[in-house]
């Protein structure tokens, strides 16, 4: 099971980090990847690292803005989120695939996801 926490409402330019925590599962097993719905709109991929963190992929939407990691150790993945937009607006969502390499699908359930609300 994954919980997303950390969104927020921030000012444009700001910044944010948000905290994926699995538990239940041998967490360095999987890739994990961040998506965000905003209202009105479809779900889409933002980041993803592989396993061991040594691969990361973004969409070019939020590359050179945010930067996603992990720390197995502690069951927990980020996505550290800066120069934040009003078009970075949505509900950000994590989820955990058993795919090599920094690729995450979509799952069959995607839990609560956190806020994430940039006001211009």
């Known amino acids: 099971q994954l919980q997303a926490c950390g969104g927020g409402l921030v000012q444009t330019g700001g910044s944010l980090r948000l905290s994926c925590a699995a538990s239940?599962?041998?967490?360095?097993?999987?890739?994990v990847g961040w998506f965000r719905q905003a209202p009105g709109e479809e779900r889409e991929f933002v980041a993803a690292?592989?396993?061991?963190?040594?691969?990361?992929n973004y969409a070019d939407s939020v590359k050179g803005r945010f930067t996603i990691s992990r720390v197995n150790a502690r069951n927990t993945a980020y996505l550290q989120m800066n120069s934040l937009k009003p078009e970075d607006t949505a509900v950000y969502y994590c989820?955990?695939?058993?795919?090599?390499?920094?690729?995450?699908?979509?799952?069959?359930?995607w839990g609560q996801g956190t806020q994430v609300t940039v006001s211009s």
């Open positions: 690292i592989s396993r061991g963190g040594g691969s990361t």
């Open positions: 989820a955990a695939d058993t795919t090599l390499g920094a690729v995450v699908r979509a799952p069959d359930d």
């Open positions: 239940g599962r041998t967490f360095s097993n999987y890739a």
